[in-house]
């Protein structure tokens, strides 16, 4: 399944910022969809995922200030991030999975990221 993250840009440390992804498949609901991030110099993260039923899991480093949410009729996840830190700029990247097993995700496709700068 195509998937394409969007909505990447700028922000001050405590701002807010909405990613999207998208995809043009048509089977988009029978995938979990899981957003993972890669900071310059480190390991790509799994950051949190949503099940094709709207069940979300999220990591320690993000409970509480990302929150993810899905449109099927729009084939359209969102990850909603509030009271960003520095530490939170990275390339951001959403993926699909027809396996639903938190903590973990295996990843079926990847989506093309969208860059997330946040300013101190």
């Known amino acids: 399944v195509p998937l394409q993250a969007s909505g990447g840009g700028l922000v001050q440390a405590g701002g807010s910022l909405t990613l999207s992804c998208e995809t043009s498949?048509?089977?988009?609901?029978?995938?979990?969809v899981g957003w993972f991030r890669q900071a310059p110099g480190k390991e790509r993260e799994f950051v949190g995922a949503?099940?094709?039923?709207?069940?979300?899991y999220y990591t320690d480093s993000v409970e509480g200030r990302f929150t993810i949410s899905r449109d099927n009729a729009k084939n359209t996840v969102y990850l909603q991030m509030s009271s960003l830190k520095p530490e939170d700029t990275a390339d951001y990247y959403c993926a699909a999975s027809v396996i639903w097993y938190p903590p973990r995700f295996r990843v079926d496709a990847w989506g093309r990221g969208t860059q997330v700068t946040v300013s101190s």
């Open positions: 949503i099940s094709w039923y709207s069940t979300t």
């Open positions: 498949g048509r089977t988009f609901s029978d995938y979990a």
